[in-house]
């Protein structure tokens, strides 16, 4: 996946994810998937997707709130990326 995205072929490196983070999902690894959901959301931003990458940001996001066993620095930190992503995806929307 990483090798796509050094390349800027953000699709072909999600597909990767994308089967990664349902693995992740079938073992009932959620923080994992949601953080490699957080991966697809930074890959897009920075290939200049700005919508994917909200979406995935975003899901990465959502999938990680319901984790039971997350410390509140997780959480914490968790939200933190998440307004830091939103900033990054004004900025790249002019705003």
């Given amino acids: 996946a990483y090798s796509w995205a ?3 072929q953000a699709q072909r490196s999600l ?6 983070r349902q693995q992740q ?8 998937a949601a953080a490699t959901a957080r991966t697809a ?16 940001y975003e899901r990465g996001y ?3 709130k319901p984790a039971d066993s997350a410390s509140d620095n997780e ?7 998440l307004r830091h ?3 990054r995806i004004a900025c790249k929307a002019g705003n």
């Fill in 6 to 8: 050094f390349e800027g």
């Fill in 15 to 20: 597909a990767v994810l994308q089967t990664v």
């Fill in 25 to 32: 999902l079938n073992d009932g690894d959620v923080l994992g």
């Fill in 41 to 56: 959301g930074r890959l897009f931003l920075e290939t200049g997707d700005v919508e994917n990458g909200r979406i995935w």
């Fill in 62 to 64: 959502e999938e990680s």
């Fill in 75 to 81: 959480k914490l930190l968790w939200e933190m990326r």
């Fill in 85 to 87: 992503a939103r900033a």
